[in-house]
């Protein structure tokens, strides 16, 4: 049942950025915290600040930061690293095809708050 709950929040994640998106509101730190609001509201994850950003430092793998495989940057220095992203996105000099920034953004967004 976990399962099922974490995809339904994972469509009404995506469905609301879309919706907030085709009515014209940009892609924005805001709507990434409204978007993760959705989709943490239920089951897994709900207690762990929904629609916030994190607040304390994380890592992937291993059991503390100077033994993981991944650390990403302080909590911090989080919205900085948000705000620079949010320019990239919206920059228009930078010449990238659509899908390259695309993945360009994901990955520095997952590089951001993974």
């Known amino acids: 049942m976990d399962d099922v709950v974490e995809v339904s929040n994972y469509v009404a994640a995506m469905e609301h950025g879309l919706t907030r998106l085709r009515g014209g509101f940009p892609l924005s730190s805001r709507l990434i915290r409204e978007i993760h609001e959705k ?3 239920r089951g897994r994850g709900s207690s762990k600040d929904p629609g916030e950003f994190r607040r304390s430092q994380n890592w992937v793998g291993g059991s503390r930061p100077g033994a993981a495989l991944f650390v990403p940057p302080p909590h911090t ?8 992203l949010e320019r990239f996105l919206h920059g228009t000099q930078d010449g990238f095809p659509a899908v390259v920034k695309a993945g360009l953004a ?9």
């Open 106 to 114: 994901h990955v520095q967004f997952e590089t951001i708050h993974p």
């Open 39 to 41: 989709l943490l509201s």
């Open 77 to 84: 220095a989080v919205k900085d690293c948000i705000s620079d």
